[in-house]
């Protein structure tokens, strides 16, 4: 399980930190599932479950960065949370660089935070309001037995590192900052332990645009200095594409399709991807667009439509789509450099009528 | 200073009496600490029918500016100096009693958070019923019957079943839309709209946005729409404003606005967007941050973060040079050539400066060598 034939990425290099080697992925997820309970009745009993992240399996080359792009509600936090063990999976297993998380023989907890960082969206109610930035930062650090001279230079080592003058701001409180400075000191905390893989949850979403291209130079020249490996949610796909190597599209709790960032956006394979796409907006007035690509909402995740989830709103939807949910074949034992879509009209034999007719070789 | 009027408008442009006139408008947000100057001197007419986008970094002054339209600031903290011309009204002038009533039926607005706009104890229908009847003296039925055909309007699918939804009740795009719904319901003559797509994902966006287009050219009003995504801006404006520390420092049609920016700010703010660059390539950002509104200072309020900057940058905010589209830009670097507006470059063009002491240091030079 833990040793897979994945070829290593051109930008991988020798890390003492490595557990697994250069070719062993940063992090794999094998079949990860959190299903919400809702609850109703006098007895308070399940009456019906929220499929927020249903079986999911990707993995993260070391020194690539991945984008999850998705509408609001496909799961993409929630996933993001359970990588980072800030909610329980009901099922699946994570692997981080070779070694399994949480289990009796693999990383304890407190070494998965060590390696796994997460900047949130809002980086103001992610910063505590009442401690100065400086100790906001050390304090990760300091829980994890570093002195408190010890985290404290790192804290000012790193507000270097991020952009923000340590003798101007470290006794700043959060308040006292700009969106994108915040965002700065959100980024700071999350490298103070020094971590592998970094999660960014729609980090630059609420961000000016001109603020916004800052803070994605600053994620770009930290990635290199210091090794990272990136996780990035974002619903802007015009961001996902500058920054990502690999993207992965999420639907209902789903991922839909998956590959390298050029495939993905030149030639997308899934329906609901090449919908996607089509929303963007062009920033030229000649090219408005006259009818929306995506009618509708995302159906509700309580009762998913049957077969492919995307069928009710599928342009080329068939009866195969409704009574038959077609699969993304497996991702594990992919290499990082193939293109898979869950989606009937790829897959050769499906029934779909536009379905390939032969095996592709 | 250049004159701004609509007569030196050429070309296909209609010379009708523009719609909503605003001249030299200044805000002020008065406390003990100190004085915001979040509007400082704006002027702009919109035609009926028009659509005018207002785009700038947050703080620029965009919201204020509009939500003086409708005198949303609070009495006893705000200094509103300068006209606005709404029909035959001063918006300025108008008594309360006057202004409760053009609220909702001539001026209108939509807000960025539909859920904090719209009220969480009434139901949809309940929202759309009680401005219709305040307005237009409805039944409960007719005006019941109104709030339907409204929803229809804006693309609500089972529309009976929402009207007696809470806003809790439904998705963010059923929201905005159901806001929409509100703010329409009395025909207004100008619907204001402050970033409603900014919360939104990008595929209920561009719903939104479509719809927004083909009711504002059903009902021929204009629309003011305030926004920091140029995208939208593209999509949606026939002109757009450039707000800049509360002034306008571009304006012109959405085509000349942004395929042929001007302004070194308008420039650099198409620059940072992020649209297709080659990845590993740095993006170029604007340094520093937007000026302190408390304390401008004389002089252009980019010339901290501008890296064309000239000595007289420092003296005066420069004034408005139209050229004979329409196009105005507020920078000494820009003139008029021919019949359109024209940047000249410096003669020493400072490299793309990423960081704040670059730039300082690029500007003490260039200023140096010009002085």
Not at chain 1, 282 to 304: H, I
Not at chain 2, 191 to 198: F, G, K, R
């Amino acid at each position: 399980m833990t040793q897979m034939a994945i070829s290593p990425p051109a930008a991988a290099s020798e890390d003492p930190r490595d557990r697994g080697g250069p070719a062993q992925p940063m992090l794999i997820v094998d079949g990860i599932r959190k299903y919400f309970p809702i609850r109703a009745g006098v007895l308070n009993r399940t009456v019906a479950e929220v499929k927020a992240v249903d079986d999911i399996s990707f993995y993260v080359v070391k020194g690539e960065t991945l984008g999850i792009v998705g509408e609001s509600g496909c799961g993409k936090s929630t996933l993001a949370r359970l990588l980072m063990h800030l909610i329980d999976r009901d099922d699946g297993h994570l692997i981080l660089d070779g070694d399994l998380v949480g289990e009796e023989t693999g990383v304890p907890l407190d070494g998965l935070r060590r390696a796994l960082q997460m900047v949130f969206q809002d980086s103001y109610s992610s910063l505590n309001p009442r401690l100065p930035i400086e100790q906001s930062i050390a304090y990760g650090p300091k829980v994890q037995g570093a002195s408190s001279k010890v985290a404290k230079a790192q804290a000012r080592a790193l507000m270097e590192k991020v952009g923000l003058k340590a003798n101007l701001f470290a006794q700043r409180y959060p308040h006292e900052l700009s969106g994108g400075q915040k965002q700065r000191v959100n980024i700071a905390r999350a490298l103070a332990l020094d971590p592998r893989l970094l999660i960014l949850d729609e980090a630059v979403s609420a961000l000016d645009k001109s603020v916004e291209a800052q803070v994605l130079n600053l994620l770009e020249d930290l990635k290199r200095q210091l090794n990272l490996t990136y996780i990035f949610i974002s619903h802007d796909l015009h961001v996902v594409r500058y920054i990502s190597d690999r993207v992965l599209v999420m639907y209902l709790g789903q991922v839909v399709e998956i590959g390298p960032v050029d495939k993905i956006y030149e030639d997308p394979q899934h329906p609901y991807t090449q919908a996607l796409l089509a929303c963007r907006l062009s920033m030229d007035p000649e090219e408005r667009v006259e009818a929306a690509p995506l009618a509708g909402d995302p159906p509700n995740p309580v009762n998913p439509p049957s077969g492919c989830r995307f069928h009710t709103r599928c342009p080329f939807m068939e009866d195969v789509c409704m009574s038959k949910a077609p699969s993304l074949g497996d991702v594990l034992r992919s290499s990082a450099q193939d293109h898979l879509a869950a989606c009937h009209m790829v897959h050769p034999g499906s029934g779909h009528s536009r379905a390939p007719l032969a095996v592709r070789a | 200073m250049n004159d701004m009027t609509p007569t030196n408008l050429s070309g296909s442009m209609p010379l009708a009496a523009p719609f909503v006139r605003v001249k030299d408008l200044r805000v002020r947000f008065v406390s003990r600490e100190a004085t915001v100057r979040a509007v400082n001197g704006v002027t702009f007419d919109l035609a009926r029918g028009e659509v005018l986008c207002v785009i700038g970094e947050s703080g620029s002054g965009k919201s204020v500016m509009m939500r003086s339209l409708l005198r949303l600031h609070p009495k006893k903290r705000t200094v509103i100096e300068g006209s606005m011309q709404v029909g035959e009204h001063d918006i300025g002038a108008v008594s309360d009693r006057v202004l409760s009533k053009l609220r909702g039926s001539t001026i209108s607005m939509i807000f960025q958070e539909p859920m904090t706009a719209l009220d969480p104890l009434y139901t949809i229908g309940d929202q759309i019923v009680e401005t219709v009847r305040r307005h237009e003296g409805l039944g409960r039925e007719a005006a019941w019957a109104r709030a339907l055909e409204l929803l229809e309007l804006v693309r609500v699918p089972s529309p009976e079943r929402r009207l007696k939804a809470y806003p809790h009740e439904l998705s963010g795009g059923l929201r905005q839309r159901a806001m929409i719904a509100v703010a329409l319901s009395c025909r207004p003559s100008l619907l204001l709209a402050d970033e409603p797509t900014t919360a939104l994902d990008a595929s209920v966006q561009i719903q939104v946005l479509v719809l927004l287009r083909k009711l504002q050219r059903e009902m021929e009003m204009s629309m003011i729409f305030v926004t920091h995504d140029l995208g939208v801006a593209a999509q949606i404006a026939d002109k757009v404003a450039v707000m800049y520390a509360g002034r306008i420092i571009e304006y012109g049609t959405v085509a000349d606005v942004l395929n042929r920016p001007q302004h070194p700010y308008t420039r650099a703010m198409l620059a940072s967007t992020v649209k297709d660059q080659e990845r590993g390539v740095q993006l170029e950002a604007i340094a520093g941050s937007p000026p302190d509104l408390r304390a401008l200072p004389d002089g252009c309020s980019f010339l901290p973060r501008c890296g064309y900057a000239k000595p007289e940058c420092a003296v005066a905010m420069p004034p408005e040079t139209v050229d004979a589209r329409g196009h105005m830009a507020r920078c000494y670097r820009v003139g008029v050539e021919g019949q359109r507006l024209a940047f000249s470059a410096p003669a020493i063009q400072p490299s793309v400066c990423t960081n704040a002491s670059q730039l300082a240091a690029a500007r003490a030079e260039m200023l140096g060598r010009q002085a």
